[in-house]
């Protein structure tokens, strides 16, 4: 992709200061674009930044109510910011799905709900949800995650029909297991719900449906966003592109 194609673009990245969002900084900032880390950890945003030339943003996404008349100015806007708790749904803590609710589906409604205006006004915007292949397929001991990525793609295909008309576009991207914090999380739950070692979680669990047995790196999600920010994908809206090794090909 052509350095600095994104000179001049304002990019807002939820869940910035690590992993997929961090690496999405990197890519947005290497083509030129100002980079806005959003992230709860204030520490972590503030390190970032600097690291990308950037700046932090310092919130918490799950309290929504503190959103509803949020104005926000970006030209890119990236939902990424999320969390993932693994059990049966008989013994799922209702709090902790309400709150994944909140944080990956009303917090991205309320973030594109705030960048949609200057967007329109300007008549170009990218909006890039980071779904999951957990967006299309469901697993076991993840109601509120699947519950939630399901939410994400239809407030994503909404949003694509109601931006295009205004240069705008909306789109997923539907990764499996990428080597993440949330992921090494996981590894640690999924161990304990199944009773088995944490190596046998990613050998027959995480990588047991992709047809590629290893996981995905962040750089590669990061890169694909990137070509979904740029100009060469103005056509692309109310997609789900999916990154699973071949997972969902079964």
């Known amino acids: 992709?052509?350095?600095?194609?994104l000179a001049g673009k304002r990019a807002v990245i939820t869940g910035g200061?690590?992993?997929?969002?961090?690496?999405?900084?990197?890519?947005?900032?290497?083509?030129?674009?100002?980079?806005v880390i959003a992230d709860f950890n204030g520490e972590a945003a503030l390190l970032a930044a600097q690291a990308v030339g950037g700046e932090a943003w310092v919130v918490d996404l799950s309290d929504t109510k503190a959103l509803d008349n949020l104005k926000l100015d970006a030209d890119i806007l990236v939902n990424n910011a999320g969390i993932q708790?693994?059990?049966?749904?008989?013994?799922?803590?209702?709090?902790?799905?309400?709150?994944?609710?909140n944080l990956m589906v009303t917090a991205p409604?309320?973030?594109?709900?705030?960048?949609?205006?200057?967007?329109?006004e300007r008549g170009w915007g990218r909006i890039i949800n980071i779904s999951?292949?957990?967006?299309?397929?469901?697993?076991?001991?993840?109601s509120a995650y699947v519950a939630a990525k399901h939410g994400l793609e239809g407030l994503s295909k909404v949003t694509a029909l109601e931006g295009g008309p205004h240069g705008v576009t909306s789109n997923c991207i539907n990764p499996a297991y990428v080597r993440t914090p949330l992921v090494e999380k996981q590894i640690a739950d999924q161990a304990k719900a199944h009773g088995i070692s944490e190596s046998e979680v990613v050998?027959?669990?995480?990588?047991?449906?992709?047809?590629?047995?290893?996981?995905?790196e962040p750089a590669e999600v990061a890169s694909l966003a990137g070509?979904?920010?740029?100009?060469?994908?103005?056509?692309?809206?109310?997609?789900?592109?999916?990154?699973?090794?071949?997972w969902s090909a079964r």
């Open 1 to 5: 992709m052509t350095n600095n194609d």
């Open 17 to 35: 200061a690590s992993g997929i969002g961090l690496a999405c900084a990197e890519e947005f900032a290497r083509r030129g674009a100002h980079v």
């Open 85 to 101: 708790r693994v059990a049966p749904i008989h013994e799922y803590d209702p709090d902790t799905f309400r709150t994944i609710q």
């Open 109 to 120: 409604f309320l973030l594109i709900r705030a960048v949609l205006p200057g967007m329109y």
């Open 132 to 142: 999951s292949v957990h967006g299309i397929r469901a697993s076991a001991f993840k």
């Open 203 to 216: 050998e027959k669990i995480m990588l047991t449906e992709p047809a590629i047995k290893r996981m995905i």
């Open 227 to 246: 070509w979904l920010a740029s100009d060469n994908a103005g056509m692309v809206t109310g997609s789900s592109y999916v990154m699973d090794g071949g």
